[in-house]
């Protein structure tokens, strides 16, 4: 089979090789892979911010779909042919997540969907929505998940809540759209003008440009008619939690998930924080549980992913140099084979 490996740390050193199939053991079953999609994780992971002791050769990428082909003994959750995705974190099957978990998570410090065929523990795999595409139903593990705890777990967002969502990228779009299922209204702040407009034309009711109104906690207060947001998920870190804080309600809640301006926060104002009790929820992905409850309403509401474009497997390394860039709307796919027809707007 071909698998990417990485042989060093930086993308110069990713190779696509070849490698024997592997064997499924008791409890485990094999896949053959169908699509993956992109985090800023993954170029994390290959640039040796992550795990500067990984271990090479190793097979990068966290999020994937595949085919079941062979199961191993002692399995009974599935059937050969199933659609599953693996669970990020694997062994986190449900409540809060064991310790040590990210110790145990895909694309880092474990091995990577990105390999034609791959071997999981059945019970870290989950089946995906039948209606979606294997590149849409390759974006749920971790953006998916991630943004779901963060709207349905965390923030129990209600209709008729005030939800603001940060940027345009893969969490995101996905928080924007599991706010919307949720009747919220949502508040998008981008710094793409053409970002900010796809957002409002997939269902936010408003947005701002952080670039030309930095200081857009005040729009959100003006939006909000001085209340605040019930909700913000925050993906800049050190350079937006305080505007996050400033921008809730009392009693209000940020979720913290990304890291995209630093990942300290020595210049948060305290003061602020205890005067709008203001709840601070980091956000780790998600549990299994938490995964078959987001397939369930992604199934029931017809929802779909939303997919900037689509790689052909041979040109892993230009899609992983695209996210890089950062000029998407959603996420990047890459997929084993052709690309289903009707997967993205552009293919790539």
């Known amino acids: 089979m071909k698998t990417y490996e990485l042989q060093g740390f930086g ?39 992550y795990f500067p002791d990984l271990r090479f050769p190793f097979v990068p990428v966290s999020d994937g779909v595949g085919e079941i082909v062979e199961l191993g003994p002692g399995t009974g959750r599935f059937r050969v042919g199933d659609r599953v995705a693996g669970t990020f974190a694997q062994g986190w099957n449900a409540g809060d997540p064991p310790i040590g978990w990210h110790t145990r998570s895909l694309g880092g410090p474990l091995d990577g969907m990105l390999a034609e065929y791959v071997v999981l523990p059945e019970n870290g795999l989950v089946r995906v929505p039948e209606h979606l595409t ?18 349905a777990e965390v923030g129990r967002v209600r209709a008729g809540e005030a939800v603001v969502v940060q940027g345009t990228g893969g969490v995101s779009v996905f928080a924007l759209q599991f706010a919307k299922l949720h009747g919220a209204r949502v508040f998008v702040v981008s710094g793409s ?32 008619d001085g209340r605040g947001a019930d909700l913000v998920v925050d993906i800049g870190g050190s350079a937006t939690l305080g505007r996050s804080v400033a921008a809730i309600r009392p009693g209000g809640t940020v979720c913290l998930i990304g890291i995209m301006s630093g990942a300290a926060a020595d210049g948060l104002q305290l003061v602020p924080t205890f005067l709008k009790r203001a709840r601070l929820q980091g956000i780790n992905v998600g549990s299994r549980d938490m995964f078959e409850a987001m397939n369930r309403a992604i199934a029931a509401n017809g929802l779909r992913p939303v997919i900037d474009r689509v790689y052909s497997f041979d040109r892993a390394i ?31």
């Open 11 to 49: 993308l110069d050193n990713l190779r696509l090789v070849e490698r024997p199939v592997p064997v499924p053991g008791p409890g485990e079953a094999l896949i053959r892979m169908r699509a993956v999609t992109l985090n800023p994780r993954d170029l994390g992971v290959i640039d040796g911010f």
């Open 134 to 151: 294997d590149a849409e139903a390759a974006a749920l593990p971790i953006a998916g998940l991630t943004a779901w705890q963060a709207v």
């Open 193 to 224: 003008a053409e970002k900010l407009k796809r957002a409002l034309q997939l269902g936010a009711d408003a947005g701002v440009l952080h670039t030309e109104e930095p200081d857009w906690d005040r729009r959100v207060l003006e939006w909000t």
């Open 318 to 348: 230009d899609a992983l140099k695209a996210l890089g860039e950062g000029r998407h709307f959603g996420k990047i796919a890459i997929e084993f084979g052709s690309p289903q027809a009707g997967n993205s707007p552009v293919s790539a």
